[in-house]
């Protein structure tokens, strides 16, 4: 069985975010990058599929030589094998694409994806992934079970769940849940040194066309700063209400 994990490499959840080039281009300067937290609820999934099946793992990345640090993480996880397909993409549907070119020619079993990158959340490509592939995939995946080929999934729905079953190939997009979030995995220093020596390909992007390009980007407004107050002091608290916040 073959399984392949997308990981995206995002800044790190603490990062400042600044934008140059007239608010058109994220500043990475000074950004830690990490792999996207649904891709290591994902990743951490597939370990547990390997360790019962005997499958191996491949993880991909689209992007530039400074993600194979990200790439590399994962193989100290315990993936087996990485590609960076070598672009510079700024379009999840370029994403979509160049990985199913890749993919089309592996018969992968089983393909988990995050359900977004939580740098530009488009929340595009595993639709676009499974769509260009022409397999079935399930979306927002809290769970997940292989018997054999066919599988189990479990979505999280408002106020609820829902269970699909399908078989292989298929493709899921995980969040918290798939696994939970004490059974993460970290790297140890053996994974570290093994990942060393596990492959590390970088193939040749095909097709880089993109379809929306940025106009601009826009930070939240900064929020007013806290006024602290006495904790007897209930008519300061009032004048306040009434006189700065406006809400009485
Ligand atoms: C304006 C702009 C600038 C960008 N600049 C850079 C940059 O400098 N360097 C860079 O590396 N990327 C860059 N990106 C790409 C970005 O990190 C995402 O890879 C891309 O936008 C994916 O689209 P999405 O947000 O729809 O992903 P989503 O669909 O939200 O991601 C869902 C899942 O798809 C998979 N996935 C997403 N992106 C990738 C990827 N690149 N490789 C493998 N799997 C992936 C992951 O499993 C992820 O959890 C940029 C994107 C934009 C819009």
Not at 100 to 105: F, G, I, R, S, T
Not at 205 to 222: H, M, Q
Request: aromatic fraction near 4%.
């Amino acid at each position: 069985m073959k399984i392949l994990v997308c990981i995206s490499h995002v800044p790190d959840t603490t990062s400042k975010i600044k934008f140059t080039n007239n608010q058109t281009e994220f500043d990475s300067n000074g950004i830690t990058f990490v792999i996207n937290p649904y891709d290591e609820f994902g990743l951490t999934r597939a370990m547990k599929i390997k360790e019962s099946t005997g499958a191996t793992i491949t993880v991909v990345n689209v992007g530039a030589a400074s993600t194979e640090p990200t790439l590399r993480k994962a193989l100290a996880i315990g993936a087996d094998e990485a590609v960076r397909i070598d672009a510079d993409p700024k379009d999840g549907s370029t994403v979509a694409r160049l990985i199913a070119d890749y993919a089309k020619e592996q018969n992968f079993d089983l393909i988990v994806t995050g359900r977004e990158s939580i740098d530009y959340n488009g929340g595009i490509v595993p639709g676009m992934l499974a769509t260009y592939l022409d397999i079935p995939f399930v979306n927002a995946c809290i769970g997940f079970e292989l018997e054999g080929t066919n599988a189990k999934a479990v979505r999280e729905i408002d106020g609820g769940k829902e269970t699909l079953e399908g078989t292989l190939p298929m493709l899921i997009a995980g969040q918290k849940g798939l696994v939970e979030e004490k059974e993460l995995r970290i790297p140890a220093m053996r994974g570290i040194m093994m990942a060393r020596k596990k492959p590390l390909s970088v193939i040749a992007a095909g097709d880089t066309r993109v379809s929306t390009t940025v106009v601009s980007f826009e930070l939240p407004e900064t929020k007013a700063a806290c006024t602290m107050i006495d904790a007897g002091n209930v008519e300061q608290l009032v004048e306040l209400l009434h006189t700065e916040a406006k809400v009485i």
